[in-house]
């Protein structure tokens, strides 16, 4: 079990849990990259490096949660993919209703990863295995779950909760978040929280 089930992290799923075969599994890579392609999870282990990342994931409905990640830094995928110069923004959606478009310079600037497990746990279908995004200095809802699509545009598209009025940009704003980890309610400062 994950730490993440283990802490009774709260689980978000506006499209209902997908419940997604790891061995059947893809992801699509497309739009503005030299080498679009379509892959596995296994060939997505292979053909990146791997990586643990000690970040939080934090909620703009008032809490966060710290956890080493495992998987793919955003920018060895990168490397590998070659996204085109135009390219500014990448969109990220599961195979149900849900999608949402990130800048691509706020990818570059922080430790956002592929991933697929927690401390060596793999992720359960709630915390969106068999893969999901985590962008640690944006609120979570950036952080696409059931991951099967990574296109790179030129031009901004509205995903599924900035239609209903949520910040485009989603960059954590200052208030107070529940730490998941402790228990306990914290302050937090604007920007990714990580003075705790
Ligand atoms: N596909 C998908 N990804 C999603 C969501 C969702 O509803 N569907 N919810 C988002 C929101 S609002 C948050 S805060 C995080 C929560 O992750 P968790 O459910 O693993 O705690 O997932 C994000 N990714
Ligand atoms: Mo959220």
Redesign the pocket.
Known sequence: MSM?ATLN???????GV?QLDSSTFRVEVCGLVEKPRIYSLDELKQQFPQSTVDRR?T???GWS?RAKWNGILWRDFCKGIEVKEQARYVLFA?P?D?S?VVWLKDLEAGEALLTWAVDGELLEA???GPL?MIIPQL????????LSKIQFLDTYRTG??ELRGYSHRALIEPGETFDVNTGKYRPIHGGEVNDF
Do not use: N
């Open positions: 993440l992290t709260p689980v978000f799923a506006a499209e997908l994931l909620s703009v409905s949660v599961s149900a849900y949402t709630e915390y969106g999901r609120w979570g809802y950036k952080s696409c779950k059931w599924y909760w």
